[in-house]
Nanobody, 123 residues
């Protein structure tokens, strides 16, 4: 029901925009989050946004470089990633929480997950 896309191989300093398209139900009342998992590491929180797109929250490692947004008409969430670094290399997952005002990093708070999209940043 959540389809993440937009990943790829880019050089350090480049930008990418990830999309998370929802289908089968409307996610306009859901909070959305992005997580990532690098090889050999645990899944980590990246960014979250509340249902109406007003409140956002970022991991310190991406603050100032990444921007999360959502378009409730298109039923899609986005993660704009600028100034990418090799340490941003990971599989990126989008997630949705029925708690519409949740903007936290606990993965157990999210009810639906996308399949992931690979982001590779070369040095």
């Amino acid at each position: 029901q959540l389809q993440a896309s937009g990943g790829g191989l880019v050089p350090a300093g480049a930008s990418l925009r990830l999309s998370c398209a929802a289908s089968g139900r409307t996610f306009s009342s859901y909070a959305m989050g992005w997580f990532r998992q690098a090889p050999g590491k645990e899944r980590e929180f990246v960014a979250a946004i509340n249902w109406i797109g007003v409140t956002t929250y970022y991991a310190d490692s991406v603050k100032g470089r990444f921007t999360i947004s959502k378009d409730n008409i298109k039923n899609t969430a986005y993660l704009q990633m600028n100034s990418l670094k090799p340490e941003d290399t990971a599989v990126y997952y989008c997630a949705a929480s029925i708690k519409g005002n949740y903007v936290g990093g606990y993965y157990t708070a999210y009810d639906y997950w996308g399949q992931g999209t690979q982001v590779t940043v070369s040095s």
